[in-house]
């Protein structure tokens, strides 16, 4: 079994082929955390200016987390993995350096940066057992670009930018498109998942109050040994005045299949936010080739209570679903995560134990309970519950397709304008599916603390 999750793990993260992810993907739950933490946090220094308006602006992350387990793996990591995977740490830095400055009657931009993680021990994807040397240091952005406001005389506040080489990019919610690159194994850090930016990427975008228009073209950047992928389309959303977003991508994207050189990827998505509170969320992705007839799509409910004395609660429901291959037809029906990510808990990381380690958004159902609190300024408790199932249960070799039930709960604490800790702990409470394919019963209890620090 051990071979077969590190068959997974190659491909990931990558814009098509292989099996699944890290025994999955990409980035880890936390690497959003890293984003989200960055994005709540981030200090910048600025270096130079001048009269013109041209600008350097420094900045340093520097994250670390550790991680207690047990019964990693149902009790079963030894036997399952070949080492015992309880407990590991993980260090990550980034510095950074962006560049603005006027030119004709828009500013040329850039940035650069490098990103250095570690692993000590060996982390619960199974990545890191047999490696001694788990830490490396790459060049993480490095891209140019121009932008304008106003660009178009006849439309109001909008704003058109052109954008060359290393650089982040997402689609919607992540579903599809968000991390360009892969942690974990030889490079360490694959819980903090901070190498996220396309390599050879060129993005166009023109947006203002009601229109997101994009045309991409996209590579990844796999660890040693795993497959680079290749992505180019188009993306475009529009806002309604009623609070309605209406959005689709159309991509052709690389795959490794014998006979199929890219599969055409069409989704469909909106997000609807009403007055009351009652929210409306939802995405459905088509994926087709001579090889390939897969779908995936999530619905989603939520509500939010906007009364400070009720700690600002916001309760969801998710039901998400995506194919496994049938091996009993001709086609590959596997759902494929192109190059997903982190936007959000849950999002797309399912669960914090199942979604890290064990599986991606491929032969996987799932329905998601949420709730969010907010206790006071600067803390916010998340709950959420998660009842797993495989599609096809054959692509395990295992009679059941209850995988588990999943418990996690994360407490956000924006300690100081440089500082963020989060403290999380994730219960993997294993079904028939889980207990047969990894021959473990025991229930997998992970805790983890985590803290960046923004310069």
């Known amino acids: 079994m051990k071979e077969w999750i590190m068959e997974r793990a190659q491909a990931s993260p990558r814009l098509l082929p292989v099996q699944c992810r890290r025994p999955l993907t990409v980035l880890s739950m936390a690497a959003g955390l890293l984003a989200v933490s960055a994005g709540a946090a981030r200090a910048e220094h600025e270096i130079y200016s001048n009269d013109d308006g041209t600008t350097l602006i420094f900045n340093i992350d520097v994250i670390g987390a550790a991680f207690s387990a047990t019964d990693s793996w149902f009790g079963e990591s030894v036997g399952f993995l070949g080492a015992g995977t309880d407990d590991w740490t ?21 940035e650069v940066s490098g990103v250095y993680t570690s692993t000590y021990g060996d982390d619960a994807s199974g990545l890191t057992v047999g490696l001694e040397d788990k830490q490396e240091l790459t060049l993480e952005q490095g891209h140019i670009g121009w932008r304008a406001e106003d660009f178009f005389e006849n439309i109001e506040n909008d704003t058109f930018s052109l954008t060359i080489g290393r650089q982040d990019y997402s689609i919607g919610t992540g579903l599809l498109v968000v991390d360009g690159a892969g942690d974990g194994g030889e490079r360490g850090g694959w819980y903090l998942g901070m190498r996220k930016a396309f390599s050879e990427s060129t993005v166009v975008s023109f947006d203002n109050e009601k229109w997101l228009a994009e045309g991409f073209n996209l590579k990844n950047r796999p660890r040693v040994g795993g497959t680079q992928g290749h992505a180019y389309g188009s993306n475009v959303e529009y806002n309604f005045d009623f609070g309605l977003m209406l959005g689709g991508t159309y991509m052709l994207a690389s795959d490794n299949l014998p006979g199929s050189d890219q599969a055409d990827i069409a989704s469909a998505r909106f997000d609807w936010q009403l007055d009351s509170g009652l929210g409306f969320s939802g995405e459905y992705v088509d994926q087709s080739s001579d090889q390939i007839d897969a779908t995936g799509f999530y619905g989603q409910v939520s509500y939010a209570l906007d009364d400070a004395s009720w700690w600002m609660p916001v309760f969801s429901y998710r039901y998400a679903a995506f194919d496994g291959n049938d091996p009993t037809t001709a086609v590959d029906e596997r759902f494929r995560d192109i190059a997903y ?4 808990y849950g999002s797309w990381y399912q669960g914090e134990i199942t ?23 600067g803390i916010t408790v998340n709950a959420l519950y998660y009842q797993f199932s495989l599609d096809q249960p054959s692509v395990l070799g295992v ?11 994360a407490v956000d604490w924006e300690a100081s304008d440089s500082l963020y800790v989060i403290g999380m702990l994730g219960l993997l409470m294993p079904g028939d599916a889980a207990e047969e394919w990894t021959g473990g019963s025991g229930d997998w209890l992970q805790a983890m603390l985590y803290l960046s620090w923004s310069w």
């Open 90 to 110: 993980e260090f990550g830095a980034e510095p950074k350096l962006a560049l603005t400055m006027p030119m004709g009657e828009g500013e040329f931009f850039g």
């Open 355 to 377: 979604g890290n380690y064990v599986f991606s958004n491929a032969n996987l159902k799932s329905h998601m309970l949420r709730a969010q609190l907010q206790p006071k300024e």
């Open 399 to 409: 009679a059941s397709d209850d995988w588990g039930d999943e418990i996690n709960l």
């Open 341 to 344: 990510g982190y936007t959000d």
